[in-house]
Structures are given as C-alpha cells and as structure tokens.
C-alpha cells in the first residue's frame, strides 16, 4: 500500500537545513516506511499511488521518541511529594528507605494486570503528544522475578499499543532490603539476571544509576562489562547529583548516552565526544527536585556532543507525562533553542537508543510522523501546557486518539 499525503510544511529534522525545513512538501508512505520526502515541486509526475491525501498546509514533524522512562511501576510518591513540600530532601527521604523502594514495594505487590493498565495509560498520555518510539526502563521490581515481569509488561505495551517500546533493565537503580549493606553482593546477583533476560527477549540495553546514593563506579563497570560480554549496549545514569566520573567510565564501553548530567566535568565531555554518546538532558528531574546547578550545555554544544532531551517519567524525581512540556523546560531552564530541543526529542531521541532509522523524515526512515495544529515546531518549545497534536502515524498507520 502506497499513500502520498501532499501539501505538508515538513519540519524533517534533516541537518542539511534548519529544521531539515521544506516549505511545501510530500511524503510518499509505503507500508511501515517513507518512501519518498522532499518539495512538492520534485514530485515524479508519473507516480503511482493506491492513495492520496492532501494536507492542506499543515505542519509535519517525525514522530516524537522519548528515550528515557521508568513508565511501569505500583502507586505514586504523591505523599513523598508532601514530605519534601516540609523540608525532607530527596536524598534524605532515599536513605531513610523512602524513594526508590517505597515504588519497590508498590511495584511487587501489584499484578501483573495492574502493572499493565497502569503503564498503558501512561503510554497513551505520552502517545496524545505525538510520541511514537519510547524507551522503558525496569528498575522497580529490584528481583529476578520481578525485573523480568516488569520488562515483560514493558515489552507488551509495545505489542498491543501503537507504539515502538525499547527496554532498558535498569536492576542497579537501587540496592532492595534483601540485600540491605550489601551493595556488592547484590551487583554481583544482578549481573547473573542478565543473561535469562536477554534469552527471553526482554531487554535491548543495560542502565546503572551511578551516584553516592546508588551504584560506585566500580560497581558500575562491572554491570557494564556484563553487558558488554552479552553484546548489549550501556547508558548510564550519570552525574546527577554528584560528579563520580560515570560519564567517562560510560564512554569507555561505548554508551548509546549517558543522563542527567548537571554535574558532568570537561573530561566527561571529551569522553562522550570520542565514543559518540548521546548527553539526554532530563528538565523533569531538574525542576522536580529543584536543582540549581545546571548541565553544562554550550560546553556539550562546543564539544559537538549530541543533546537529546526526555520526560525521565518516574513516581519520584519527574512524574510529568508531557514530552512537549520537556520542549519548553530544555529551552526556558537550559537554554536550548527550540531547534536543539526538537532534535532533541526526535534525531538525537532515536539516537540515544541506537535506532538511525527514525527521528527524521527521510526515504528509508520508519514512517513515524505528526500532523500538528501550528504553523512552526517552535510554537511547540514556546507554549505549554498545551497540545496541538493532531493526527499520529506509527509505521505507516494512523493511530486512534
Ligand atoms: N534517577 C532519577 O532521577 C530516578 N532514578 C534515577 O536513577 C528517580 C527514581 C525514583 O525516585 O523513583
Ligand atoms: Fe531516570
């Protein structure tokens, strides 16, 4: 089935030109993947198409990846939210046994079909935006067991919603009460998971919370090289709240990205340059927690450091479900221009995961693509709390809203 939707204002996303911009435009979708992309007026004049739709002028943007999420966990931290409104930090409230493990056991005690729903609804809200590929980490379940449902309600989302889902286990996000003081033990347990993991299918990258409240480095480069060993690609949750040299420690084993960010140093910089990973800034998390240092973006920027930006949805440091709310934050708190910040959330959101073939609308890409009610993407980073997302395809179909 070949359809050509014609008359578009296709920001693409292409780096030949700002906003890889054409001003009247076609895209010629045949089956899952574009086909053809480029100005109306270099149309073949001899194609043929089982369909035509004209697009009467509206705007086109690929698809939006949001490539950092914990979206599958039980209950809320709405009460935590109240503690830290009276004085409690986030770090006080983690060692003291809140945080991370209060969702930990929220997480185990719910079903698999609640788990389920409740991430379906989630996905949806994010999939209102016009966000077509998403990744999810697990991390909650903090067990063999319970990482591995989790990563299969991970997996289902993406088979029963219209939606691309990646998985990330993310089992070193914090040290569960069985291994209470054992930090090393348990590392060594997480890594033996890995491989029953990767045989079911389950998991497409290894992430490590690395910080003084989480993993060493150490610790942290014995998971990667676990990874490694599997052929599994790393992240790493790096540098968020303290410098620990994980940004480095991450670039040594070839991340897709390292995250957060806001206390990354030169060194890290220049690491991440040679091994091309991705820096995912995540606003969310900035303004939840009320950070004040910020990620260092025009040294990212001067050392030709991809950005890409994420929701980093989870129950305690960034509970918002609107990626085009993270458009205005990465430019109102970090100074990205809208241009940076919608690569952000689509080229260098795909990049983040190893996934080159969407992202930008382009011959061979996936097609993945938005119809929004504005006349220029930046309308998108200027606004907020508003959404003009109008029509969404995923894989050549259009998705019901
Ligand atoms: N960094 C974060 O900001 C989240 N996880 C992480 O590694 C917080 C997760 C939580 O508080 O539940
Ligand atoms: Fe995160």
Known sequence: MRTLYRHARLATMDDTLPWGWIDDGALLVDGQHLAWVGPEMQLDPGLQVDAEQSLQGALVTPGLVDCHTHLVYGGDRAAEFELRLRGASYEQIALA???????????????????????????????????TTIEIKSGYGLSEAHEARCLAVARRLGAELPLNVRTTSLAAHAVPPEFEGRADDYVDTLIEWLPGQVGAGLVDAVDVFCDHIAFSPAQTERVFRAAHHLGLPVKLHAEQLSDQGGAALAARYGALSCDHLEHLSADGIAAMRQAGSVAVLLPGAYYFLRETRLPPVQALREGGVPIAIATDHNPGSSPTLSLLLMLNMACTLFRLTPEEAWRGVTVNGARALGLADRGVLRSGARADFVVWDAEHPREMAYRFGHNPCRRVFAGGVETVR
Do not use: K
């Open 97 to 131: 046994g809140g945080g991370i493990r209060s969702t930990l056991a929220a997480t185990r005690h719910a079903s698999d079909q609640a788990l389920f729903a409740s991430a379906a609804a989630r996905a949806r809200c994010l999939m209102a935006e016009g966000v």
